[in-house]
């Protein structure tokens, strides 16, 4: 079993930045694909940025160009620097750790608690 812990969310004004950060129990963290995705009131969860065991990075267009996913694997921690934020990038933002897509099929597929980002006008 692991466990997803994610920190560093909260209230911050427009322009502002924020660092969020996932720190992950198990033996699995190594090899898994790390993922940050978030959900608006309303809407339906969406991928943010996702990094691969060999740091491989991905970002979805919301918030590409401001924002950068890493991962330390000494801590087990993966981070998501978000900067020049905006009043719609309000959301819960949920770490995600799945198995490497190279597998063909999820085996397994971890999410933590979610931490609330919410951005002011």
């Known amino acids: 079993q692991v466990q997803l812990v994610e920190s560093g969310g909260g209230l911050v004004q427009a322009g502002g930045s924020l660092r969020l950060s996932c720190a992950a129990s198990g033996t699995i963290f190594s090899i898994s694909t790390m993922g940050w995705f978030r959900q608006a009131p309303g809407k339906q969860r969406e991928l943010v940025a996702r990094?691969?065991?060999?740091?491989?990075?991905d970002y979805a267009d919301s918030l590409k160009g401001r924002s950068t996913i890493s991962r330390d694997s000494a801590k087990n921690t993966v981070y998501l620097q978000m900067n020049t934020l905006k009043p719609e990038d309000t959301a819960v933002y949920y770490c995600?750790?799945?198995?490497?897509?190279?597998?063909?099929?999820?085996?397994?597929?971890?999410w933590g608690q979610g931490t609330q980002v919410t951005v002011s006008s």
């Open positions: 990094i691969t065991s060999d740091g491989t990075t």
């Open positions: 995600n750790a799945r198995n490497p897509a190279t597998w063909g099929v999820v085996k397994y597929d971890y």
